[in-house]
């Protein structure tokens, strides 16, 4: 199960671009608080299944990656840190990073590898109903492992990116 925390143009397009590498037996996942983005990424085939239930969207999640407004992501990472499995990967996409590593290491458990992430999309569509997932490809895509993130942490998140259609870019 792939968990996208966040339906807006990112999320949504990054939902449709793992939708296409077409994951054998993998669920994918959307959350969002706004209930507008959830009816829209369920009517667009963007996720699988989607839920405004944080709880609910976690639970079996194998990697999380988190699309909200930086504004949010400090509260994201707090709430889901108690109810994420053992061996779950997490990840971002959003352009500070500074503050997101710290958050991730306040809030996130051992046991649980973060990975922080920024892709450098040429445009990004302006709306989810627009949401597209070409603007991964051929775009290089910041990787930044946390100090406690293992192989395993960062080989998930470099895998998906390559899938996605991008390359990292490790900094």
């Given amino acids: 199960r792939i968990t996208i925390a966040g339906l807006g143009p990112m999320g949504a397009s990054l939902g449709l671009a793992l939708k296409q590498v077409k994951l054998d037996n993998t669920e994918i996942v959307g959350t969002d608080g706004n209930r507008n983005a959830v009816a829209t990424a369920a009517k667009m085939g963007v996720v699988d299944d989607s839920t405004r239930n944080l709880r609910s969207a976690m639970d079996g999640a194998k990697l999380v990656i988190i699309t909200v407004p930086p504004t949010e992501t400090r509260d994201i990472l707090e709430a889901i840190g108690p ?33 922080g992430g920024h892709p450098l999309p040429k445009r990004l569509p302006p709306s ?20 406690s993130a293992d192989g395993h942490a960062l080989r998930t998140v470099t895998s998906m990116v390559e899938r996605i ?7």
């Fill in 83 to 115: 109810i994420l499995e053992q061996g779950c990967v997490v990840t971002d996409t959003g352009t500070a990073k500074a503050p997101v590593m710290g958050w991730a290491a306040q809030y996130l458990p051992s046991g649980v590898g973060f990975v």
């Fill in 128 to 147: 989810i109903e627009e949401a597209d997932p070409s603007v991964f490809q051929d775009i290089d895509y910041v990787v930044i492992p946390a100090k």
């Fill in 165 to 171: 259609g991008a390359r990292p870019l490790f900094l």
